[in-house]
């Protein structure tokens, strides 16, 4: 058994294709017309073919109960870019206790997108900020391997 994508419904196949270019950078790389899989597999299927799919007229959109993470190196840059853009957010940059920072949003079909700085680039902000690796381990809760290996 592998796992080959997630795969997104969607109302407007080319507005979602648009989002995810223009926002997150992807690509098309396979287009079967009603579905496409874009750079890093992610795959989108229209809601009019899905609804033939499995038989109902049954989906909803923007259920809060599953998200898309990507992890971004230069996370001031990306969410600098951001503004520049027509995205709705579930909530502002916000760091969470381990000292990632993300911010989430949707994408047009009220699916949640999260973006994170890379775990990499967290470390070695606070080692940049004059913590020592034990400290940064403690803060992160990531094994002082880890941490060294960031150093590297």
């Known amino acids: 058994m592998k796992l ?21 950078g992807l690509h098309v790389i396979m287009d079967f017309g009603a579905n496409k899989t874009l750079t890093g597999g ?8 899905y609804k033939a799919f499995i ?6 959109f923007g259920s809060h109960n ?13 969410v600098d870019s951001l503004k520049e853009k027509d995205v709705e957010y579930l909530h502002p940059v916000q760091e969470h206790p381990w000292g990632q920072r993300v911010v989430r949003f949707y994408d047009p079909d009220k699916h949640i997108i999260e973006v ?13 900020s004059g913590m020592t690796p034990e400290q940064v381990a403690a ?10 290996a960031c150093m590297r």
Not at 66 to 78: A, M, W
Not at 116 to 128: H, P, T, Y
Not at 139 to 148: H, L, Q, S, T, Y
């Open 116 to 128: 994170g700085e890379n775990m990499k680039a967290v470390c070695k902000r606070f080692l940049d």
């Open 139 to 148: 803060r992160m809760n990531v094994p002082i391997k880890f941490v060294n």
């Open 4 to 24: 080959k994508s997630p795969m997104l419904v969607v109302k407007d196949m080319d507005k979602s294709v648009a989002f995810y270019k223009e926002v997150l």
């Open 66 to 78: 599953f998200e898309l993470y990507f992890e971004e190196d230069d996370f001031d840059k990306f």
């Open 42 to 49: 992610l795959a989108l299927q229209t809601a009019d073919t």
């Open 55 to 60: 038989g109902t007229e049954d989906i909803y």
